[in-house]
């Protein structure tokens, strides 16, 4: 059985909802845009978590580049934005790689 662990990441825009799962090899990060506007301009903080290292980032969902991640020395990330635009109900789901 493979225990999950769930994290809230912050934003700093109150449309925008992103959790992050980890378990085993498997690290997701889910972004949904609960607006019917593109969301920019935004950064996504997760203060502790289950991170090492640096990550390649890629879309579950379709070929969107995502920038990578560095995990910050508690385990989470700082300032993060995926992707310059979140379009209107947008949704995501992100696999992080080591």
Do not use: H, W
């Not at 502790?48 to 991640?69: F, R």
């Not at 995926?82 to 080591?98: H, K, N, R, S, V």
């Amino acid at each position: 059985m493979c225990i999950r662990d769930r994290y809230v990441a912050e934003s700093n825009s109150r449309k925008l909802v992103a959790y992050l799962r980890a378990g085993g090899d498997d690290v997701l990060l889910t972004l949904v845009n609960l607006d019917d506007q593109p969301i920019s301009n935004y950064t996504l903080d997760l203060s502790i978590g289950p991170l090492t290292g640096d990550y390649q980032v890629a879309s579950l969902l379709d070929n969107s580049a995502m920038a990578q991640v560095t995990a910050n020395d508690k385990g989470g990330f700082k300032d993060y934005t995926p992707l310059p635009e979140i379009p209107a109900y947008g949704t995501f789901i992100l696999q992080f790689t080591p």
